[in-house]
């Protein structure tokens, strides 16, 4: 790997990490293009790749929601229970199977653009406080299965899908935010695993590309790290309209690309 490919990488884990850290975003659904289009990572590499940049880029954030007494609960426990078979669930359909790209652009366009502007509404015109019911445990762990299949198949952190369903229904964005990162880091560990081990029984690219997932988890340890430490000091509207922004800017993207 050049040394420039690697230092793009660690700028754009870093930009992405610190940005989204704060809203329970691992960033990596935003690194999926730069890695396809910008870093030319072939596929089906590109997702764990993308698994291994959340690996080492998940403990920054961790480690400072731990120190902040904010990490654990049953809300992570929820979703942990869902998102680790779904991940494995996802990376056997990604090597057997692969699905089209066009086919994931479509779906996540479709989910978090009118996701992305429901929570902007929810934020500037709170629904009264009666309609806020959060989720069922049972719908949690249903939902966070269905992430963690996504996440199997192509390398997103789950909290781009989740953290906004869960915000929009009422769940404080301080216990989202390292749920979310903390239910990623443990699905991607399990899914690069997971696509190490199918790589040994396959052809083609399906092991990670090593390095520039390190360069890139790298910028993301130090990005998230600092992300999450902003958390604290921004108000909890900023924080759903920053979740709401990315939300909808991520499917904004995808339906570009689909349209392109």
Request: with cysteine.
């Amino acid at each position: 790997m050049e040394w420039s490919k690697g230092l793009l990488g660690f700028a754009a884990g870093l930009l992405l990490a610190v940005t989204t850290a704060p809203v329970g975003v691992s960033g990596a659904v935003f690194l999926l293009p730069v890695q396809v289009s910008v870093l030319g990572v072939p596929s089906p590499a590109v997702t764990p790749t993308n698994l291994l940049y959340n690996v080492v880029a998940g403990p920054g954030a961790l480690l400072r929601h731990w120190r902040a007494g904010r990490l654990g609960g049953p809300l992570t426990r929820l979703l942990v229970a869902g998102t680790v078979p779904g991940v494995v669930i996802g990376a056997v359909i990604r090597v057997f199977a692969v699905p089209g790209p066009q086919v994931f652009r479509l779906l996540v366009a479709a989910l978090l653009l009118p996701l992305g502007l429901w929570l902007w509404l929810r934020t500037v015109r709170p629904a009264p406080p009666s309609t806020h019911d959060q989720p069922s445990p049972r719908t949690t762990t249903s939902l966070a299965l269905a992430v963690g299949i996504a996440g199997g198949i192509y390398g997103i952190g789950g909290g781009s899908l989740l953290g906004p369903i869960l915000v929009g229904r009422g769940t404080p964005i301080t216990a989202v935010a390292p749920a979310a990162l903390a239910s990623t880091f443990v699905t991607s560990v399990i899914g690069a695993a997971t696509y190490a081990l199918l790589s040994l029984a396959t052809t083609g690219a399906v092991a990670p590309d090593w390095l520039l997932g390190l360069s890139c988890g790298a910028g993301g340890l130090l990005g998230g790290y600092l992300g999450a430490r902003l958390q604290p000091h921004l108000p909890e509207t900023a924080l759903r309209l920053l979740l709401g922004t990315l939300a909808t800017g991520v499917g904004a993207l995808y339906a570009a690309q689909i349209l392109a």
